[in-house]
T-cell receptor
């Protein structure tokens, strides 16, 4: 199957700093990537949809100025958590869809996740 | 929007027995139903999916059934093994329109425990 990577896998930062997380599709092109957030022992909650060449679409309740998303190319999306606070500590996971396959179903492949801890 | 309910939240079975996890969805437009396995500290891994044009799909020890009328789908794991222990998530999504795609709506997850 298609491979999606994330970097870094773990990051610890001080409160007030910004952290950038990268999501890459390694063997396919993804015009759309998705960012999810997962709290311990909870399900995945969609934060935003990242579209190559256009602005991201955020889910209700997600602060766009807090979570900056940039889809710089067909294989890279970045999520920047700005002025991070302890409540932003979470597991952030991206996914991507292989459009070139001609698939009309919403099959998505997930990255390994990034564990963010804000002190 | 879509709402996905998943049961049970925890399932403990003896090694070698079968495990069944059930999900219901609310949006009749949904046509894609994947199942993911997530191990501790890792991202979700797609293990099987089913599309609305079929009622059942099987891949070795794993099978998924879909009842569109009742809006529910189930994951069946036979001959369970210790390595099957993980959290399993169901999800649902509607048709990709071509102009963009939506994120998946996930169930709350089932912690499957395989007892040796």
């Amino acid at each position: 199957g298609a491979v999606v990577s994330q970097h870094p896998s773990r990051v610890i930062c001080k409160s007030g700093t910004s952290v950038k997380i990268e999501c890459r599709s390694l063997d396919f092109q993804a015009t759309t990537m998705f960012w999810y957030r997962q709290f311990p022992k909870k399900s995945l909650m969609l934060m935003a949809t990242s579209n190559e060449g256009s602005k991201a679409t955020y889910e209700q309740g997600v602060e766009k100025d807090k979570f900056l998303i940039n889809h710089a190319s067909l294989t890279l999306s970045t999520l920047t958590v700005t002025s991070a606070h302890p409540e932003d500590s979470s597991f952030y996971i991206c996914s991507a869809r292989d459009y070139a396959s001609g698939n009309t179903y919403n099959e998505q492949f997930f990255g390994p996740g990034t564990r963010l801890t804000v002190l | 929007g879509e709402n996905v309910e998943q049961h049970p939240s925890t399932l403990s079975v003896q090694e070698g027995d079968s495990a069944v996890i059930k999900c219901t969805y609310s949006d009749s437009a949904s046509n894609y139903f994947p199942w993911y396995k997530q191990e501790l500290g890792k991202g979700p891994q797609l293990i099987i999916d089913i599309r609305s044009n079929v009622g059942e799909k099987k891949d070795q020890r794993i099978a998924v059934t879909l009842n569109k009328t009742a809006k529910h789908f189930s994951l069946h794991i036979t001959e369970t093994q210790p390595e099957d222990s993980a959290v399993y998530f169901c999800a649902a999504s509607d048709m990709y329109s071509g102009g963009g795609a939506d994120g998946l709506t996930f169930g709350k997850g089932t912690h499957l425990i395989i007892q040796p």
